[in-house]
């Protein structure tokens, strides 16, 4: 295990104050703090490095083409892809998640064909699949959650048809932190010849990813929830599905050759990179990689495993809160680095929990939220536990979490989200559970 203090001293940002008290950050499913060894990378690379990659003949431009394609060698080996040519750089997750979509989509979605997402999903793998369905005709099946924040994997399974062309779901729940077992579910997927897509921007900060042995055929995260820069993502395919895959973008990089007849493609990986890349983010998340793994991935997780099962454990103490998704005695490896909760007044008329918090499986949940309209009078909101919070120096996360449907599954619209990462301390969730504690007693 790794000393937290010292570990904390990387970061400058943690040392300030908000308010008149320490920081306490715990948004980091949102983004994560940088090392200040990522940032001066970043910099002496601006100052002393800065030119355009790839086709450049002049020293500059090869000094920063080997760190370009160093990254993308330091990316293949963290995810353990097989080849460079499948680690593709995009702007982030978003992005990742869109040009499968649109380039997948194109390439082998007709009208009438079909797509499996789920209910846990982030808006992220979500939209770009509703994009081709009303461009293309295509219909989104989507896989049910139970009350406590699992997928029903004998529905998914039952979901599929000879029209299922692609299955695309989260690693982990960025409102819940469920770990969803995308094993089982890529498995599954593949029996019935189905390539499976694993949005892992809240896996691969938090635990290791090894895409060959999971087997996956697409998965993209992002840099800056890895404490690496803002504006870099990856996606990571294999070989066969990319090379039938038609660009995402047209223009700079991807190109072999141009006429106003006909235009070529570069080879993988550079047919999906159009443009000037952001190679001088593409340093900083390699930056960001060796950092993650000069403490060693096993011992980020061990940590944040244990901060997690005593977030739970203090903040269930606290009278009225209810905490979302797996109980604390779900088994390890389940649940990841994130507690949601809300909090209603315990001084009210209603002596008993509200049963808005925990709708019966199947039932409208929009129905049953507005049939609980006398006991949402007694939830405390979100917004005003977290601007609350914040006043204490405490930055939490509120609102729906660009995750409605898992929202609008629990019969709630939003919920207040501490999220955890390898610089937090248990000293930070005892200033978190006593600040809620004293939000309470203001209503």
């Known amino acids: 295990m790794y000393d937290i203090n010292k570990v904390r001293e990387d970061f400058p940002i943690l040392s300030r104050e908000v308010y008149g008290k320490p920081l306490v950050y715990l948004d980091n499913a949102a983004t994560t703090q940088k090392p200040r060894m990522v940032v001066d990378a970043m910099t002496e690379e601006y100052y002393n490095v800065n030119a355009n990659v790839h086709r450049g003949v002049h020293y500059l431009s090869q000094q920063a083409t080997d760190l370009h394609e160093a990254a993308r060698e330091n990316v ?200 000037t890349p952001d190679y001088i983010a593409t340093h900083g998340l390699s930056r960001a990689i060796d950092y993650i793994e000069a403490l060693g991935m096993d011992n980020i997780s061990a940590h944040e495993h244990e901060l997690t099962r005593y977030a739970m454990e203090k903040l269930s103490e606290i009278e009225g809160l209810q905490i979302y998704g797996l109980p604390l005695s779900a088994p390890a490896g389940t649940r990841d680095a994130v507690v949601s909760f809300n909090l209603f007044n315990p001084t009210s008329s209603l002596n008993t929990q509200p049963s808005f918090l925990n709708p019966p499986l199947g039932s409208d949940r929009r129905r049953f939220q507005s049939e609980a309209e006398k006991e949402l009078s007694a939830l405390i909101h979100h917004l005003d536990i977290g601007t609350l919070l914040d006043r204490l120096g405490i930055a939490v996360r509120t609102g729906h979490h660009c995750a409605q449907p898992i929202m609008d599954r629990l019969g709630i619209l939003g919920t207040v989200r501490a999220s955890f990462a390898l610089y937090n301390t248990k000293d930070e969730i005892d200033i978190l559970a006593a600040g809620i504690a004293r939000v309470a007693k203001m209503f």
């Open 76 to 275: 293949r080996k963290f995810i353990n892809a097989e080849k460079i040519e499948e680690v593709i750089f995009t702007r982030g997750t978003t992005e990742s998640l869109n040009l499968v979509a649109s380039s997948f989509s194109e390439q082998f979605i007709k009208e009438g064909d079909e797509v499996i997402v789920s209910t846990m999903e982030h808006h992220s793998n979500i939209v770009p699949w509703q994009l081709q369905a009303a461009k293309r005709g295509i219909k989104l099946s989507v896989i049910p959650m139970t009350d406590d924040g699992q997928l029903v994997i004998d529905e998914y399974e039952r979901l599929f048809t000879e029209r299922t062309k692609i299955v695309s779901v989260a690693h982990v729940s960025n409102a819940l932190g469920t770990v969803n077992p995308v094993a089982e579910i890529i498995r599954i997927a593949h029996e019935h010849d189905v390539p499976v897509m694993i949005d892992g921007a809240q896996s691969a900060p938090h635990f290791k990813i090894d895409v060959r042995e999971l087997d996956c055929d697409f998965f993209a995260f992002s840099g800056h929830k890895m404490y690496g820069p803002t504006g870099i993502g990856v996606l990571y395919g294999k070989e066969r599905w990319l090379e039938q895959m038609p660009p995402y973008q047209g223009g700079g990089e991807m190109i072999d050759r141009v006429t106003f007849e006909h235009t070529t493609f570069e080879r993988l990986p550079f047919k999906f990179e159009a443009g």
